[in-house]
């Protein structure tokens, strides 16, 4: 049995693994249309100057007005 498997084996593997690796992967590139860049005004730009005016405005208004008492 042996003696008729193996050559018979050999030639399946032979006969199909050239029609399994014929050919190569299929590469399919798309057309790439150009990028429109659109620049867009900052929606939080007002948002740190005010937040950096409140802290300099308290750090004016609070002040260091702690005085010392003599004793």
């Not at 199909?16 to 150009?34: D, F, K, N, R, Y």
């Not at 409140?54 to 609070?62: D, H, Q, S, V």
């Amino acid at each position: 049995m042996n003696r008729f498997a193996a050559p018979v084996l050999a030639l399946s593997l032979a006969l199909s693994s050239t029609a399994a690796l014929a050919g190569g992967p299929i590469v399919i590139e798309e057309e790439m249309q150009p990028a429109v860049v659109v620049e867009e005004t900052p929606r939080s730009g007002w948002i740190v100057p005010v937040i950096i005016g409140g802290i300099i405005l308290c750090a004016i208004a609070c002040g260091n007005d702690d005085e010392t008492e003599p004793g």
